[in-house]
């Protein structure tokens, strides 16, 4: 069965800083990875995805993660953080087989001038 | 920007009672979901539909949860007995085939 990990359900950085998200997860065969964002009051919304090829994928925002199988690690990275980029991160895995998204547990990302 | 639209925003329920939580998902999308969210835990998967039938469902989604696509444009959840433990964020997701679009949610309290 598949299973995401989100260390920490809260991190703080001030504006500018960078930003580091953790995910780790299970999968039996080759996953598909996800990284959503959920502004307060609002639906959740893709950043990026990895699927196959390049393991290093750029998503909206400036954010970026890396797939690396060998730590069975999708964490999620930007260079400076904005205000802006206060909101709940959500790591999700599935896999070729399936559509199901199955999720972390989330973490709130704060910003602080 | 096309988007996924969910009705109502909040629903509050007696235990017992019958819920029908309404998602209008994106017009050219092929593949609708559900998904739930209890207060501080992690978002569920409850189920996947394409074609007019489930095509996957998890534990959560036994008898007392149905899914229908009555017309060309809505998705619907039933819940037909809601128990305390149904109170949840309830999402609808759609997609062509991939990316999954989520609405925002329907906030259903069982008292």
């Known amino acids: 069965a598949q299973s995401v990990t989100q260390l920490g359900s809260h991190v703080s950085v001030s504006e500018g800083a960078l930003v580091l998200l953790r995910c780790n997860y299970s999968?039996?065969?080759?996953?598909?990875l996800f990284w959503y964002v959920q502004y307060p009051n609002q639906g959740l919304q893709l950043l990026l995805k990895?699927?196959?090829?390049?393991?290093l994928v750029k998503g909206i925002n400036g954010f970026e993660a890396e797939f690396k199988k060998s730590e069975t690690s999708f964490h999620l990275t930007k260079p400076s953080a904005h205000m802006s980029d206060a909101a709940e991160y959500f790591c999700a895995v599935s896999d070729k087989n399936t559509d199901k998204l199955i999720f972390g547990t989330g973490t709130r990302l704060q910003v602080f001038p | 920007e096309p988007e996924v639209t969910q009705t109502p925003s909040h629903q509050v329920t007696q235990m017992g009672q019958e819920v029908i939580l309404r998602c209008v998902p994106i017009s050219n999308h092929l593949y609708f979901y559900w998904y739930r969210q209890i207060l501080g835990q992690k978002v569920e998967f409850l189920v996947s539909f394409y074609n007019n039938e489930i095509s996957e469902k998890s534990e959560i989604f036994d008898d007392q949860f149905s899914v229908e696509r009555p017309d060309g444009s809505n998705f619907t959840l039933k819940i037909r007995s809601t128990k305390l433990e149904d109170s949840a964020m309830y999402f609808c997701a759609s997609s062509v085939k991939g990316e999954q679009y989520f609405g925002p949610g329907t906030r259903l309290t069982v008292t």
């Open positions: 999968s039996s065969v080759p996953p598909y």
């Open positions: 990895y699927t196959t090829g390049a393991t």
